[in-house]
T-cell receptor
């Protein structure tokens, strides 16, 4: 799987939007962009994934650059519960059938 | 649905002892995974299975063994525990390719 680059940490205020960036300049045409998050002392949980078009679900939005070399996870209105480590992961067209490759992720801090 | 359950939650082992980490999912998922997470790091894949009777090695399989006799269960066996195996172990499952992974709450293992 291709590598991703994320900031080590980011800070935001409660009830404000949060934009979490991810660079993946070596992404291949069949790689999906996945986002997972890990709350303190819990297992990771799925957030969202996409291939080329922007995606929305009840948790977040995923904005994918036209050249697909970067993407941004958008939390529209952060709450204290959104404080977590966020992982941006690339997986092949098989959806990472042989598992996902986790980096260190971005530690998101939410200030009340 | 209980989702993915793991037992035990915590365990302390002495060097050279053996143990089995249990993982069960009630979602009838074909794909199951074992990851380990060392402090401050992302998850690393130990073993995975794409169906009952089929298992394969991940990135860090040394010192571990798995079996998959049923769809629901995917136990991880540690033989001759070593301090380097001190970690948090997560089990995960997914319905198939291009579906999200569901993670269990983890087992915190200390080997002294």
């Amino acid at each position: 799987d291709a590598k991703t680059t994320q900031p080590n940490s980011m800070e935001s205020n409660e009830e404000e939007p949060v934009h979490l960036p991810c660079n993946h300049s070596t992404i291949s045409g069949t790689d999906y962009i996945h986002w997972y998050r890990q709350l303190p002392s819990q297992g990771p949980e799925y957030v969202i994934h996409g291939l080329t078009s922007n995606v929305n679900n009840r948790m977040a939005s995923l904005a994918i650059a036209e050249d697909r070399k970067s993407s941004t996870l958008i939390l529209h209105r952060a709450t204290l519960r959104d404080a977590a480590v966020y992982y941006c992961i690339l997986a092949g067209s098989g959806g990472g059938a042989d598992g996902l490759t986790f980096g260190k992720g971005t530690h998101l801090i939410i200030q009340p | 649905n209980a989702g993915v359950t793991q037992t035990p939650k915590f365990r302390i082992l002495k060097i050279g002892q053996s143990m089995t980490l249990q993982c069960t999912q009630d979602m009838n998922h074909n794909y199951m995974y074992w990851y380990r997470q060392d402090p401050g790091m992302g998850l690393k894949l130990i073993y995975y299975s794409v169906g009952a009777g089929i298992t394969d090695k991940g990135e860090v399989p040394n010192g571990y063994n798995v079996s998959r006799s049923t769809t629901e269960d995917f136990p991880l066996r540690l033989e001759l525990a070593a301090p380097s195996q001190t970690s948090v172990y997560f089990c995960a499952s997914r319905r198939g390719q291009n579906y999200e992974q569901y993670f269990g709450p983890g087992t915190r293992l200390t080997v002294t």
